[in-house]
């Protein structure tokens, strides 16, 4: 009897809008796969996906053992050398060298842009993340500016957060699988910011639908996701379109954000939800040709 063929594992899928399978490239990349297809703008790039994750899996001590029962994660002990064998790399052969010509050709393409600095973003999309049910937002790793050579370490680590205390106690308040599946790891070009926004097309505290909450600092935003800084929260009206509310962050210099900026940023909020056909919570960076998508994902909570 003949064997049948195995399929190749797909390591690598360009974010340009094919709208590729969630379990394949996580939960974020799909979102901006998605918005890529809407016509929205989001940073060139790509995603390593999770076969690659899975191939790195079956190195680490304990990765076969992980595969059959995922409760060893409850393990702190268990949990912290998992970690700590992935963050130890190196990525396996097959992974780095699928890994190398995408990022050639993504820094190629950045040296001759006008817009973006050879620097790369590097974000983890778990399988889990950013669903209906769940955003896990904040809770997996994201690195900015780095270089090229930067990117495989940066790669280990995001993954290695799929395992971490903080993503581990999410899921087990939400009654989720412990081992979340698996991390595929999102690689773009960084957005040269001078200010980010998270904005809700809903209010999340109120829950008024004909609210837009935008919250703003300087900068590339980082700080702002995970609660170092104080943004500027603003309130708009959506049918007028109108400042309803505004209350300065604790960031010197003035409003993080000018009027057409934010009218800018309103009309954006407006557009994404339409596409989704949801309410949504989205990032975005600001930079001098305007506004970059950075994620949108339907609101988990009213």
Same mark, same amino acid.
């Given at each position: 009897?003949?064997?049948?063929?195995?399929?190749?594992?797909?390591?690598?899928?360009?974010?340009?809008?094919?709208?590729?399978?969630?379990?394949?490239?996580?939960?974020?990349?799909?979102?901006?796969?998605?918005?890529?297809?809407?016509?929205?703008?989001?940073?060139?790039?790509?995603?390593?996906?999770?076969?690659?994750?899975?191939?790195?899996?079956?190195?680490?001590?304990?990765?076969?053992?992980?595969?059959?029962?995922?409760?060893?994660?409850?393990?702190?002990?268990?949990?912290?050398?998992?970690?700590? *064998?992935? @963050?130890?790399?190196? +990525? %396996? =052969? $097959?992974? /780095?060298?699928?890994? &190398?010509?995408?990022?050639?050709?993504? !820094?190629?393409?950045?040296?001759?842009?006008?817009?973006?600095?050879?620097?790369?973003?590097?974000?983890?999309?778990?399988?889990?993340?950013?669903?209906?049910?769940?955003?896990?937002?904040?809770?997996?790793?994201?690195?900015?500016?780095?270089?090229?050579?930067?990117?495989?370490?940066?790669?280990?680590?995001?993954?290695?957060?799929?395992?971490?205390?903080?993503?581990?106690?999410?899921?087990?308040?939400?009654?989720?699988?412990?081992?979340?599946?698996?991390? *595929?790891? @999102?690689?773009?070009? +960084? %957005? =040269? $910011?001078? /200010?980010?926004?998270? &904005?809700?097309?809903?209010?999340?505290? !109120?829950?008024?639908?004909?609210?837009?909450?935008?919250?703003?600092?300087?900068?590339?935003?980082?700080?702002?996701?995970?609660?170092?800084?104080?943004?500027?929260?603003?309130?708009?009206?959506?049918?007028?379109?109108?400042?309803?509310?505004?209350?300065?962050?604790?960031?010197?210099?003035?409003?993080?954000?000018?009027?057409?900026?934010?009218?800018?940023?309103?009309?954006?909020?407006?557009?994404?939800?339409?596409?989704?056909?949801?309410?949504?919570?989205?990032?975005?960076?600001?930079?001098?040709?305007?506004?970059?998508?950075?994620?949108?994902?339907?609101?988990?909570?009213?």
């Amino acid at each position: 009897m003949p064997v049948p063929a195995q399929s190749t594992p797909t390591l690598v899928e360009w974010l340009d809008g094919r709208r590729s399978d969630v379990v394949r490239i996580g939960g974020k990349a799909a979102s901006l796969d998605r918005l890529a297809a809407f016509g929205f703008r989001i940073p060139p790039g790509f995603c390593l996906t999770t076969d690659a994750f899975v191939a790195q899996l079956a190195t680490l001590p304990d990765g076969d053992r992980l595969a059959r029962d995922p409760g060893i994660l409850a393990d702190l002990a268990t949990r912290t050398a998992l970690v700590d *064998a992935m @963050v130890a790399g190196p +990525l %396996v =052969p $097959a992974v /780095a060298s699928g890994l &190398a010509d995408p990022l050639d050709r993504l !820094t190629a393409e950045l040296q001759t842009d006008a817009v973006h600095a050879l620097r790369l973003a590097v974000r983890s999309s778990g399988v889990a993340e950013d669903s209906a049910a769940a955003s896990f937002a904040g809770l997996h790793d994201t690195e900015l500016d780095l270089s090229a050579d930067e990117v495989p370490a940066a790669i280990l680590r995001c993954w290695a957060s799929l395992w971490s205390d903080r993503a581990i106690g999410y899921r087990t308040r939400r009654g989720l699988p412990l081992h979340g599946g698996a991390m *595929a790891v @999102v690689v773009q070009a +960084l %957005v =040269p $910011a001078t /200010a980010a926004a998270v &904005a809700f097309t809903r209010h999340p505290v !109120t829950g008024r639908d004909d609210q837009i909450l935008v919250n703003a600092a300087p900068g590339l935003g980082e700080a702002m996701v995970t609660g170092l800084v104080t943004p500027d929260t603003i309130v708009i009206d959506k049918a007028d379109r109108a400042v309803i509310e505004f209350t300065p962050g604790d960031q010197p210099g003035g409003a993080a954000l000018t009027d057409d900026a934010l009218a800018d940023l309103v009309v954006l909020c407006i557009s994404v939800e339409r596409a989704f056909g949801a309410a949504v919570d989205i990032e975005a960076a600001y930079a001098a040709d305007g506004w970059y998508l950075l994620q949108a994902r339907p609101i988990t909570t009213r």
